[in-house]
C-alpha cells in the first residue's frame, strides 16, 4: 500500500508546534498588522478576513471573495464592506472636544486610529492530508489555522479584535459551518465594548460615557465577477445591482420559529442584492448568460445579510425587535472621516448625520425600503435610479454605553442561487431560443408555460430571492440553536489517489467517527477534465472501507475526486435545523485540485512516440480532451526523458521534466513566460534521461542521450 500511515500523527505533532509559536507570538506582541488574513475555506461559501475589521475586496487585479459556489472559478461576489460608527459630545484623550466623533473602519487608518491585537482561526478538527501521486495539496492551507479546540461547536471560528482612538474595542467573530444545509453562510458576531482603550496598549485613557452610539454597514456586492463577463459595463463592482429588503414587519413575528413546513419566511430582517440589466446592452442580460458559448447562466447569485440578535441596550441583552432603525440601500458616495482629528470635525458631523440614517449625501442616494420594488417597474437598469453603484444599507442604535459595557450586533451574510447545473439546463434552453432554434414552450418554477424565453430565463433566476431567504432561516435557526445543529461525521484524515497504467487507486484512513453508532460509510464523487465542474457519485462504501479502485477512466483524461464520511441520518430526524436525512462531511476538505491519470506505460522505442492530436485545432477544442481544451499529449514516450518544444524557426519555449516513469506527458499549450502558443509548427525534441530497461527481458531499451523529435503544427 502507498497510503501514509504516520501522517495524521505527524500532522498532529506539526500543528501543535505551530500553535504553541503562534500563541507565544500572541503573547510577545499584541499588535498585529492591520493587512493580516484570515482564509475561511471549509464550505461552498468562502472568503477572508482581514485584521482591521472590516473587508475591502480588492486585490490589485479584481475584486475577491465571498465565494460561492466555491469550487468554480470567478465565482467571487463581493466588493467592499463599509463599517461607520460613531458618537455626540466626545473628548478625545488630548482634550479636544467634537460634537460628533465618528470612525471608519479601513485599511488606510489601521495604526493610526484603528489598532488590531488579535486575528486569528480556531479549527474544530486537524484537517485531512490530501496527496495526488505524490504531491500534497492540502498543507498550505494549514497556514490558515492558528488553533484546534474539539470542544468548539462550529467547524471554524474567526476572531478579530480591535482598539479605536473612541475607546471602543471591537470584537468580531466569524462562525463558519459544513454541514451541507449550513455551509453557504457565514455567522457574524459583533461586540462593541466601551474600554476606553485608544491604542496597541491595554491602558485606558478615557473613561466616559459614550452617548448616542450608532453603527452602520454598507454592503457592495458584485454578484458575481463571472456573471460581470456577461453583463458588462463595472457590474464588476456592482454598478447594475439590485438591493431590496424584507422584514418591515419583524416585530409582529419576532420569537417564532422557522420549521421545514414552512422554510422561507418574508420577515426576518434581511437585505440582499443580485445582478440587473445593463441598459447598454440591448438583449437581456439578466442571470448573464454566456451568449458566445454553451448560454450558462454565469450571474445567477443573490447576497445579502440577515440580523439575527441586537441587544435592547447595556443591560438588557434581549433582541431588540425593532432595530436596525434603517434598513434599505444606499449608492456611492459615501462620507468620510478624513483622518479622525479636531480638523477633520466637520466631516465627522456628516458622517454622523449619516449614522442616524439620512442618505449621503441627500435622500436621492438611498432610503429605508425596497430599492427593487420602488423603481423596477420604471427602471431595467438600476444604475438609472442614482447612477452609481449600490449597496444593501444597515444602521443602528442610538445607544449610551457607559464605560465597561457593551453592545452586541449578529448578523448572517450568504449567498445562494440557482445549482450549477439548472443553470447550465437553463442557460443551454435560452441560447438556443435567443438563436432562433427553439420556439418553446419552456416550463417556469411553478409549472407553468411560457414562449417567452426572457421571461422563462429570468424567473428561474429569481428563484434565488427565496433560495437566499431560505438560507437566512436556516442561519436563524442555527444561531438560536446556540450552533446546536445535527453534525455530519467527520472526514478522513488522508485520502490519497495514485494514477496507474489501467485504474486509478483511491486509499484513505478512516474517519474519527467511524466508531460512533450511526456512522453508514463513504462516498465518492468524480469530475472529469477539471477540479471546477459538476462531480458525480461514483461509488458508497460502507464502514470499514479504506480503498477503491476506479476502472471506468479513460486514456488522456484528467480526473478528480473528493470522499466524504456520511451518517444514517438518525441525529438529524426532528427538522427544526434543515431537512431530515443523512448528512455528509464537507467535500472540500477531501477535494483534489491536481489531476490523476490513467498512465500508459513506457513506449517500446523513440519509434513509438506521437503527439496528439496533431494538428491541435481550436475549433476542435471541446473534443479532444474535454474540460482541458489547451491540452496537448506526447505518447509512448521514455518514462525518463526531458521534452522541449521549439517554434519552427528554433527558439526554445518550454521544458518539461519528466520523470514518473510512465509513457505519457501532457502539455497546456503555454510557454515558460505563461503564453498561450499562437497558430504554426512546433518542434517537441526528446532526451531520454537514463538509461532504461525491459522490465520483463533486462534488455535495455533507452540509453541516455538518445534523443527524437516530433513536428506537430497548431491552428488558433
Known amino acids: 500500500m502507498n497510503i501514509r500511515q504516520t501522517m495524521p500523527q505527524v500532522f498532529i505533532v506539526i500543528g501543535l508546534i505551530f500553535i504553541v509559536v503562534i500563541s507565544n507570538t500572541a503573547i510577545l506582541f499584541s499588535q498585529v498588522e492591520g493587512t493580516k488574513q ?47 460608527f460613531g458618537v455626540e459630545d466626545f473628548v478625545d484623550e488630548d482634550g479636544n472636544e467634537y460634537d460628533a466623533y465618528s470612525a471608519y473602519i479601513t485599511a488606510g487608518l489601521a495604526g493610526e486610529k484603528i489598532f488590531p491585537v488579535k486575528h486569528e482561526q480556531t479549527s474544530r478538527f486537524e484537517p485531512p492530508a490530501v496527496y495526488v501521486d505524490g504531491i500534497d495539496i492540502k498543507s498550505q492551507y494549514l497556514r490558515d489555522i492558528d488553533n484546534y479546540d474539539p470542544d468548539q461547536i462550529p467547524d471554524r471560528i474567526i476572531t478579530n479584535v480591535f482598539n479605536t482612538s473612541m475607546g471602543i474595542t471591537v470584537e468580531r467573530r466569524i462562525f463558519a459551518c ?29 473613561e466616559q460615557t459614550l452617548t448616542g452610539f450608532r453603527v452602520s454597514w454598507r454592503e457592495r456586492y458584485s454578484v458575481s465577477r463571472e456573471g460581470s463577463f456577461s453583463i458588462g459595463g463595472s457590474q464588476s463592482w456592482g454598478e447594475h445591482s439590485w438591493v431590496t429588503r424584507r422584514g418591515e414587519d419583524y416585530p409582529q413575528h419576532a420569537g417564532e420559529q422557522i420549521t421545514e413546513d414552512d422554510p422561507i419566511v418574508d420577515w426576518l430582517r434581511a437585505g440582499f442584492s443580485w445582478a440587473g440589466q445593463n441598459r447598454n446592452n440591448a438583449w437581456d442580460n439578466i442571470g448573464g448568460p454566456h451568449r458566445d458559448n454553451d448560454g450558462r447562466l454565469r450571474a445567477i447569485q443573490h447576497a445579502g445579510k440577515v440580523v439575527l440578535h441586537v441587544d435592547k441596550n447595556n443591560s438588557d441583552k434581549d433582541d431588540d425587535p425593532y432595530q436596525p432603525h434603517v434598513l434599505g440601500w444606499h449608492a456611492s458616495p459615501y462620507p468620510s472621516v478624513g483622518d479622525m482629528s479636531p480638523r477633520s470635525a466637520a466631516q465627522m458631523n456628516e458622517t454622523y448625520h449619516f449614522l442616524k440614517g439620512n442618505p ?57 442561487g440557482l445549482d450549477r447545473k439548472m443553470a447550465e439546463k437553463i442557460g ?23 414562449s417567452d424565453e426572457n421571461e422563462f430565463k429570468n424567473e428561474w433566476v429569481y428563484t434565488g430571492r427565496d433560495s437566499i431567504m431560505q438560507t437566512f432561516g436556516r442561519a436563524y435557526r442555527n444561531f438560536n440553536m446556540n450552533y446546536e445543529i445535527p453534525q455530519p461525521p467527520l472526514p478522513p484524515t488522508l485520502f490519497e489517489v495514485n494514477s496507474g497504467g489501467d485504474r486509478i487507486s483511491l486509499e484513505w484512513v478512516g474517519s474519527p467517527s467511524e466508531s460512533e453508532a450511526d ?27 479504506r480503498s ?13 475526486y473528493y470522499i466524504v464520511a456520511y451518517n444514517d441520518g438518525s441525529n438529524n430526524t426532528s427538522g427544526k435545523a434543515n431537512p431530515t436525512g443523512e448528512l455528509h462531511s464537507g467535500m472540500f476538505y477531501t477535494m483534489t485540485t491536481e489531476p490523476a491519470y490513467l498512465q500508459r506505460a513506457p513506449g517500446q522505442s523513440l519509434d513509438d512516440i506521437r503527439v496528439v492530436p496533431n494538428p491541435y485545432n481550436i475549433k476542435a477544442r471541446h473534443l479532444q480532451y474535454p474540460g482541458e481544451p489547451d491540452k496537448i499529449m506526447f ?51 526528446f532526451t531520454v534521461t537514463e538509461d532504461q530497461y525491459d522490465p520483463d527481458t533486462g534488455e535495455m531499451q533507452f540509453r541516455a542521450g538518445d534523443s527524437a523529435f516530433r513536428k506537430f503544427v497548431i491552428i488558433r
Open 38 to 84: 484570515r482564509h475561511m475555506r471549509v464550505g461552498s461559501l468562502q472568503t477572508n478576513y482581514t485584521a482591521y475589521g472590516s473587508e475591502r475586496a480588492w486585490n490589485n487585479q479584481y475584486y475577491e471573495g465571498l465565494r460561492w459556489p466555491a469550487q468554480y472559478p470567478y465565482t467571487d461576489n463581493f466588493v467592499i464592506e463599509r463599517l461607520y
Open 178 to 206: 459544513t454541514q451541507e444545509y449550513h455551509d453557504n453562510y457565514f455567522i457574524k458576531e459583533y461586540t462593541f465594548t466601551n474600554t476606553g482603550i485608544t491604542d496597541y496598549s491595554n491602558d485606558v485613557k478615557l
Open 360 to 416: 449621503y449625501p441627500n435622500t436621492d442616494f438611498g432610503g429605508n425600503y425596497r430599492m427593487y420594488e420602488t423603481y423596477g417597474d420604471d427602471y431595467d437598469d438600476p444604475n438609472e435610479v442614482h447612477g452609481r453603484s449600490t449597496a444593501v444599507w444597515f444602521v443602528f442604535g442610538p445607544w449610551d454605553i457607559e464605560h465597561g459595557e457593551s453592545i452586541r450586533i449578529v448578523f448572517a451574510e450568504g449567498v445562494d
Open 428 to 450: 443551454r434552453q435560452w441560447l438556443r431560443a435567443f438563436r432562433g432554434d427553439d420556439d418553446g414552450p419552456f416550463e417556469l418554477p411553478d409549472g407553468t408555460m411560457t
Open 519 to 545: 456512522f453508514a460509510g463513504y462516498k465518492i464523487y468524480r469530475a472529469v477534465g477539471k477540479p471546477d465542474t459538476t462531480f458525480e457519485k461514483i461509488a458508497t462504501l460502507g464502514p470499514g472501507a
Open 548 to 560: 477503491f479502485d476506479d476502472t471506468e477512466p479513460r486514456r488522456g483524461a484528467a480526473y478528480y
Open 635 to 685: 505518447l509512448n514516450i521514455p518514462g525518463q526523458c526531458v521534452i522541449r518544444i521549439y517554434t519552427e524557426r528554433g527558439d526554445l519555449i518550454e521544458t518539461i521534466k519528466h520523470t514518473d516513469g510512465s509513457g505519457d506527458a501532457t502539455w497546456q499549450s503555454i510557454t515558460s513566460s505563461r503564453q498561450i502558443v499562437v497558430s504554426g509548427i512546433y518542434i517537441a525534441h
